[in-house]
């Protein structure tokens, strides 16, 4: 069993919907981390957190560390938010473990 | 412009041979990292380097080595021991190791003929 499990491996969407992309870890951790993959492959981070809730325009991460679980929202979700959604997890001298992503595929 | 540079985008060399991939940053930051992409799998840690002159292998840094020479330098080698070494091959840097966001560079892309 890998440590961090991301669900659901595919996502695809309309444009307008609402997206849950969710994350649970196994180990004891410092931070989590959602990231971004375009196509290309460049990645980008979106949040670091330890506890509770992180807003950036219509992107919302969530942590419940008693639940090791954590969740990414996109609201109002768009075609070029179409990427693979990456979450990893920060235990031991801030190394990261990382799930094997969520590809997100949102249509006009 | 700050960031991490990684050249070049695409790489191909012939089995046997050793190649080495760059990677740069003005950051300022201590920690640099070397990651590796398959498809369907979660990156893996090849090596990291937490300060000048120092590395520490990660979870699958055989056939690979490094060195760490410049603050600002992370250069990797992929070496013909190295059994499957076609893949995505990611930098990043953090100010420090611990508890701190990573910036990732834009990867080069290995295929070995």
């Known amino acids: 069993k890998n440590e961090v499990e991301q669900s659901p491996q595919n996502l695809t969407a309309q444009e307008g919907e609402f997206i849950t992309i969710n994350c649970s870890y196994s180990?004891?951790?410092?931070?989590l981390h959602w990231l971004q993959q375009h196509p290309g492959g460049g990645i980008v981070s979106l949040f670091m957190?330890?506890?509770g809730k992180k807003k950036h325009g219509r992107l919302i991460a969530t942590i419940n560390i008693q639940e090791k679980h954590s969740s990414l929202h996109i609201t109002a979700s768009h075609p070029r938010d179409s990427a693979v959604y990456i979450c990893?997890?920060?235990?031991?001298?801030?190394?990261?473990?990382f799930g094997q992503g969520t590809i997100l595929t949102v249509h006009p | 412009d700050g960031g991490i540079t990684q050249s070049p985008k695409y790489l191909f060399r012939k089995e046997g041979q050793n190649v080495t991939l760059s990677c740069e940053q003005n950051?300022?930051?201590?920690?640099m990292y070397w990651y590796r992409q398959d498809p369907g799998q979660g990156l893996r840690l090849i090596y990291y380097s937490q300060i000048v002159n120092d590395f520490q292998k990660g979870d699958i840094a055989e056939g690979y080595s490094v060195s760490r020479e410049k603050k600002e330098s992370f250069p990797l080698t992929v070496t013909s021991a190295q059994k499957n070494p076609t893949a995505f091959y990611l930098c990043?840097?953090?100010?420090?190791?611990?508890?701190?966001?990573?910036?990732f560079g834009p990867g080069t892309r290995l295929t070995v003929l």
């Open positions: 957190l330890s506890s």
């Open positions: 990043a840097s953090s100010p420090r190791v611990v508890y701190n966001e990573q910036f």
């Open positions: 990893a997890v920060s235990a031991s001298y801030g190394k990261l473990t």
């Open positions: 180990v004891g951790i410092s931070a």
């Open positions: 950051l300022n930051h201590d920690a």
